[in-house]
C-alpha cells in the first residue's frame, strides 16, 4: 500500500541500466536546471544568462519545473518555455498528468523529512493539480515527457535524472546519502551500471557535487528556482562545457571539461510577491517554504562541495 508523499510509484522505477542508451545529445555547452518550482523570475534568468551562451549549446529542464505555480497564466508560462527546451519530468510532472493512486505529491519523502511538511506537500500538489487540469493541452505534452535523459559533452557521457540512478524520485543523489560511506559506495556503483561519467540530478533541493574516482562526479543543482545557501536568494544550475562560466559557484574540472554550479539571479523581491499573491500566510507552500525563499536554506556552499581529490583541483567562486 503507498503512502501518500513517502512512496515511491513501481512507474517511476526504471533502474540505472535503462540511462545506458545512446545520447540524444551532442553539444559544447549543457546546462542542466532541475527544480524550478514555478519561479517565473528564475526562469526569465536563467533563460537570459542561458541566451548569452555561445557555441552549440542544449538547456534541460529535469524535472519539477512546476510547483508553486498555481496562477494559470504562470503554469502556462513555465510550461511553454520549459517545452521549448528539453525536458524530463519530475515527479511534480508526472503526479499531474498521469495521477497514481496514493502517490500524493510523489516526492518519495524520506524519514529525515517530517510528517507535516509530507502532508503539505500532497495539498500543493492537489492545488496545483486543479490548475493544470483547466489546461489539458499541457498535461497531455507533460505525460509524453521522458523520465531520464542521456548526453554528451566532448568525451563525457552525462545521464540527466530527476531523482538518482534508479528512481524518478529517489533520495540517493541527496547530500543526505552522500554523507553516509553506503550512500557514496551505492552512488559509486551506478556510474558503470548506467554507462555514464557524469550524473546530473535535482530532486531532493539541496544541491551537492560530489567527486569520485576517475575523473567522475555527480552535480546535483539542488534548486533553479529557489535559495540554496544560508543567506542567499538565487537558485543554481548545472553547466558542463569546453568554456568556464561566466560565473560559478563552484565547480570541478574533468580533463577539458568545466562542471560548474551556476548562479540564476533573479528577481528575488518581485518572486516574493509573486509567490505571496499565490501562497498567503496560512497557506500550505508559505509554511513549508516562505523562510526558505526569504533566508536560504540551513546549509553552504562549503558543505556542497565534496571530493576526493585534493582541494586544489576544485574552484570555489566568489559569490
Ligand atoms: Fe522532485
Redesign the pocket.
Known amino acids: 500500500m503507498l503512502r501518500p508523499g513517502r512512496s515511491c510509484p513501481s512507474s517511476y522505477y526504471y533502474g540505472a541500466r535503462a540511462l545506458a542508451g545512446e545520447p540524444s545529445l551532442e553539444v559544447e555547452s549543457l546546462w542542466i536546471a532541475?527544480?524550478l518550482y514555478g519561479n517565473v523570475q528564475a526562469l526569465d534568468a536563467l533563460l537570459a544568462v542561458y541566451e548569452g551562451e555561445r557555441g552549440s549549446k542544449a538547456l534541460v529542464f529535469n524535472?519539477?519545473f512546476h510547483w508553486f505555480d498555481v496562477d494559470a497564466a504562470d503554469f502556462s508560462r513555465v510550461n511553454d518555455a520549459v517545452l521549448a527546451h528539453h525536458a524530463a519530468r519530475?515527479?511534480?510532472e508526472t503526479e499531474l498528468a498521469t495521477p497514481q493512486d496514493g502517490a500524493g505529491c510523489?516526492?518519495?519523502y524520506p524519514d529525515w523529512v517530517g510528517d507535516e511538511t509530507v502532508e503539505r506537500s500532497n495539498r500543493i500538489l492537489q492545488r496545483l493539480r486543479a490548475t493544470a487540469e483547466r489546461l489539458p493541452h499541457t498535461l497531455a505534452a507533460l505525460r509524453a515527457l521522458p523520465m531520464h535523459l542521456a548526453a554528451r559533452v566532448g568525451d563525457a557521457r552525462i545521464a540527466i535524472v530527476?531523482?538518482d540512478a534508479d528512481s524518478?524520485?529517489g533520495w540517493g543523489f541527496s547530500q543526505e546519502a552522500l554523507a553516509t560511506d553506503d550512500g557514496l559506495r551505492r552512488a559509486g556503483q551506478a556510474f558503470a551500471t548506467a554507462g555514464a561519467d557524469l550524473f546530473a540530478s535535482?530532486?531532493?533541493?539541496l544541491p551537492v557535487l560530489q567527486r569520485f574516482a576517475g575523473g567522475r562526479a555527480l552535480i546535483n543543482n539542488g534548486a533553479a528556482g529557489m535559495p540554496n545557501f544560508r543567506g542567499s536568494r538565487y537558485g543554481l544550475a548545472t553547466r558542463i562545457s569546453f568554456t568556464p562560466a561566466r560565473e560559478s559557484i563552484y565547480g570541478v574540472r574533468r580533463r577539458a571539461l568545466y562542471i560548474d554550479a551556476v548562479p540564476i539571479r533573479y528577481d528575488s523581491q518581485a518572486w516574493e510577491r509573486c509567490f505571496l499573491e499565490q501562497w498567503p500566510p496560512g497557506s500550505d507552500a508559505h509554511a513549508s517554504y516562505y523562510q526558505r525563499i526569504v533566508e536560504g536554506p540551513d546549509y553552504s556552499r562549503d558543505e556542497a562541495l565534496r571530493g576526493q581529490t585534493p582541494a586544489q583541483s576544485q574552484r570555489v567562486g566568489t559569490a
Open positions: 532541475g527544480g524535472g519539477d519530475g515527479n511534480v510523489g516526492c518519495g530527476h531523482g524518478l524520485a535535482s530532486h531532493t533541493c
